[in-house]
């Protein structure tokens, strides 16, 4: 096994006790995290990176006509994957590697779509990490992150700081925030979505260079006619 210093602990932890209880957590999340996928513009032929892949709560939720290489630094997590890709009959569609997600071996431009499910809380290094995810997807491509980040400044932050001194180094952060993580990166927010019945766990569907502009609905009648007389013209 590969233990790299940064990663020690939090590679100690998923290697030995939170394979027996991620499970359970992750059952009530099924239906919101497949509305959360349920965002993303599939095409026939799509390659998705999923990177920290855990268990591969992803992969029944997505279409059978894409293909998915889920990276890991935790040989039981990828195991349990491969595990479950096999009895679901996936296994000629789906690749697991164990790899650092801060520093993937692979092309710029490689993948269509990401999927980052509890990844950026979890990982040494949020930013390095989302970086590494942008400069790998192809310009176009979708990148979902399924995650319980924070917003600026969030009452959340405080309250959560001493707890994760701790937690940051054998399981996740709490007090991580979007914003800091994607500021650097060439992507806009194109839609974000509720991830549990609380709002705690976000869906943001996010776009790799390219401006989102929102459609503006007119509201009522003198607005949708206006809309129209504009359209004539
Ligand atoms: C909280 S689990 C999420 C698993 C899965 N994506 C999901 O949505 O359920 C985070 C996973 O990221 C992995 N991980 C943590 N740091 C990593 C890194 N630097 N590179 C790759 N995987 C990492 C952990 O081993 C763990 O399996």
Do not use: N
């Given at each position: 096994m590969d233990l790299q210093p940064k990663n020690f602990i939090k590679q100690l932890s998923f290697n030995t006790f939170i394979p027996y209880f991620y499970p359970f957590m992750m059952f009530p999340l099924k239906f919101w995290r497949r509305k959360a996928i349920g965002m993303m513009d599939f095409k026939k032929g799509d390659h998705v990176l999923i990177p920290?892949?855990?268990?591969?709560?992803d992969f029944a939720m997505l279409p059978d006509y894409v293909t998915v290489t889920g990276v890991d630094i935790s040989d039981i997590m990828l195991g349990i994957a491969r595990a479950k890709a096999e009895f679901m009959g996936l296994s000629k569609r789906v690749k697991l590697v164990h790899m650092d997600g801060e520093n993937l071996r692979f092309a710029d431009n490689s993948f269509d779509k990401a999927i980052l499910g509890l990844f950026l809380t979890c990982v040494y290094d949020p930013k390095k990490a989302f970086a590494e995810v942008v400069r790998v997807v192809k310009p176009g491509g979708e990148i979902l992150i399924y995650d319980h980040l924070v917003g600026r400044k969030k009452w959340a932050t405080k309250l959560l700081s001493s707890m994760d001194t701790i937690l940051k180094y054998n399981f996740c952060s709490f007090i991580r925030e979007i914003d800091i993580i994607i500021e650097?990166?060439?992507?806009?927010?194109i839609k974000n979505i509720h991830g549990d019945p609380f709002g705690f766990v976000k869906g943001f569907l996010l776009c790799k260079d390219r401006e989102y502009k929102e459609e503006v609905k007119p509201k009522g009648l003198f607005a949708k006619l206006y809309k129209h007389l504009l359209n004539i013209i």
């Open positions: 920290g892949a855990g268990g591969g709560h650097e990166q060439p992507v806009s927010i």
